[in-house]
């Protein structure tokens, strides 16, 4: 069974930084693809950022040159560094993994962690 585990969630002041992580476990495979939705209550789930292979990377237009992916596809690792964090950041934020990789672009992975609470004060 797969199981994929964020960290690294809590408060922040608006302006400030965290630093989120993802690892999956149980895998067989390995993921070609990680990503990092978001979800505010009330509201669907969006794509934040999406890492293919390592190397290639796809964000969100609200979080582009705030937000950085990245990972370790041997070790079924992502990580997003957050930046300059605003309240429209407040979320849970998801991990999520496939070996197909548009599945994750696309918003269609198999397999998604609990998900981490963050969230911005003005």
């Known amino acids: 069974q797969v199981q994929l585990v964020e960290s690294g969630g809590g408060s922040v002041e608006s302006g400030g930084s965290l630093r989120l992580s993802c690892t999956a476990s149980?895998?067989?495979?390995?993921?070609?693809?990680m990503g990092w939705y978001r979800q505010e209550p009330g509201k669907s789930r969006e794509l934040v950022a999406a890492?293919?292979?390592?190397?290639?990377?796809k964000y969100a237009d609200s979080v582009k040159g705030r937000f950085t992916i990245s990972g370790d596809k041997d070790k079924n690792t992502v990580f997003l560094q957050m930046n300059a964090l605003t309240p429209e950041d407040t979320a849970v934020y998801f991990c999520?993994?496939?070996?197909?990789?548009?599945?994750?672009?696309?918003?269609?992975?198999?397999?998604w962690g609990q998900g981490t609470q963050v969230t911005v004060a003005a």
């Open positions: 999520a993994g496939d070996s197909q990789s548009m599945l994750v672009v696309e918003g269609m992975p198999r397999y």
């Open positions: 149980g895998s067989i495979f390995r993921f070609n693809a």
């Open positions: 890492i293919v292979s390592d190397t290639i990377t």
